[in-house]
């Protein structure tokens, strides 16, 4: 799915090249500097390829220094918008709330937080592993930093340990930048993987007797170096499984896709290092992910007009619902069509917003409804079931903009991927949550996913 840049411009979901750039960030003159097109300098939006009804071409260009950034251009009220609002209720982009200071002992632990990040110190029983992707390692110190003095620190590249974890009051954990997190309760250094899958077994063993089902993942982090172990530790995973089946003959070692339905004891080992391993179990229904280390990854056929579909896809996964035949979708910054292909495939009605042009494939739908004009601008008809969000514009705008749907009851359900900045992205997503919360959603739930890169996930309801 594209993410629509801002009014009459026009942003695709397909990007080329690299991280998507940080979005309104402060230039050397002072000024917000303007979102540059998605796809990069070198996008065919750039060079002058065909552009759909609205675009702006100056979008494109980057701001003269010290110059004003381009204001969003105006459109005519597209199909479906009502043509009789004042001018006080323009849904246009609004100027950033006010940044709500944060409580002074937040502040504190804050600034302690490049301290943290020098690692060294070895693993130890007690405490929290947590796996990230590689270089968001500061994004997890920080998150648990706001969260209480959890004293956390860098222990290698996508991984993160902490003195203890969130009090979630016995839930579901639920962070942003972690992908999974577990108790340590054995650290283990052998040479020989025989040696470690026989020590890791009888760690494991009393901890599984009592239930009459368990499941196991043996992962190694998300990182460059740590991804070169990743067909020793499926050597370790199968050794492990084999004495776990033979100590345990009357217990059943459950399916990854089955954990959502139940809980059971979730063994856990991170293969951290050729001979290292941390290991440790919790209820899988209390875990980040049901999946090793987090890595939720999904497949798609080709059909698929962009791989921002993959995202949805995990969104759902991670949600644990989608729309269903019949209901009611908004896909704000739709183009060229990536999520409203993914609610079409599940039989859901679509309206697409975006100035951009959607995939030929998709034009053709006729349950798909497309609104050429600017996410801002638009109101629906009806209340709708679904709201799915993906721009690439300033995240607490978006944000103000989607809370104006909560307060107007215009939907149940939010999806949305909000692109972040390049530092403080913990702080930045505890302002998205209190914006939409004070705008009347609730449940509001944020992850970065695996398919995600400098951006992140939310749901939430209407209260």
């Not at 776990?244 to 959502?260: H, V």
């Not at 269903?324 to 679509?350: F, K, M, Q, T, Y």
Request: hydrophobic share 40%; with cysteine; aromatic share 4%.
């Amino acid at each position: 799915m594209s993410r629509q840049a801002n009014k009459g411009r026009q942003g695709n979901k397909g990007q080329r090249g690299g991280k998507p750039p940080a979005r309104g960030q402060v230039g050397r003159a002072g000024q917000r500097s303007e979102p540059r097109n998605k796809r990069g300098a070198d996008s065919r939006t750039t060079q002058g390829a065909r552009r759909g009804p609205g675009t702006d071409t100056r979008a494109t260009r980057e701001p003269r220094r010290g110059a004003e950034p381009t204001r969003p251009r105006r459109h005519a009220p597209a199909h479906g918008q009502p043509h009789n609002q004042a001018p006080n209720q323009s849904h246009g982009p609004t100027s950033a709330q006010p940044e709500t200071p944060l409580p002074k002992d937040v502040v504190a632990r804050l600034a302690g937080a490049a301290a943290l990040m020098q690692g060294g110190a070895p693993l130890r029983v007690g405490q929290w592993l947590w796996t990230t992707r590689e270089g968001s390692e500061r994004d997890v110190v920080e998150e648990l930093l706001m969260r209480g003095d959890l004293r956390p620190r860098f222990v290698a590249p996508a991984l993160v340990a902490s003195e203890r974890a969130p009090d979630d009051g016995g839930e579901r954990l639920d962070l942003t930048f972690a992908r999974q997190g577990f108790p340590i309760s054995a650290v283990i250094h052998e040479t020989e993987l025989a040696a470690l899958a026989d020590r890791l077994a009888e760690h494991f063993i009393p901890q599984l007797t009592a239930a009459p089902q368990y499941a196991l993942h043996v992962f190694v982090p998300d990182s460059t170096p740590a991804n070169l172990l990743a067909a020793r530790a499926q050597s370790l995973a199968d050794l492990l499984a084999q004495r776990l089946e033979r100590a345990l003959p009357d217990k059943q070692r459950m399916l990854d896709s089955e954990l959502r339905r139940v809980s059971v004891p979730l063994a856990q080992v991170c293969l951290y290092a050729r001979d290292d391993a941390a290991a440790g179990s919790l209820p899988s229904d209390r875990a980040l992910s049901n999946a090793p280390g987090g890595r939720t990854r999904m497949r798609l056929d080709g059909a698929a007009p962009s791989r921002a579909a993959r995202k949805l896809e995990e969104a759902f996964a991670w949600l644990g619902v989608s729309p269903g035949p019949g209901e009611l979708c908004v896909d704000l910054g739709a183009a060229p069509g990536g999520w409203s292909w993914l609610l079409l495939e599940r039989r859901a009605r679509v309206i697409a917003v975006d100035p951009a042009r959607m995939d030929p494939k998709l034009a053709v739908q006729r349950r798909l409804r497309h609104v050429q004009g600017s996410a801002f601008d638009y109101a629906p008809e009806e209340p709708v079931d679904w709201l799915f969000c993906d721009m690439a514009w300033r995240p607490l705008e978006v944000a103000q903009m989607l809370a104006r749907w909560s307060r107007r009851r215009f939907t149940r359900l939010l999806v949305a991927n909000f692109k972040l900045p390049m530092k403080r992205k913990a702080e930045m997503v505890e302002r998205l949550r209190t914006t939409l919360a004070q705008g009347g959603f609730t449940a509001i739930r944020t992850r970065q996913l695996y398919h995600d890169r400098d951006e992140i996930t939310l749901t939430a309801r209407v209260r």
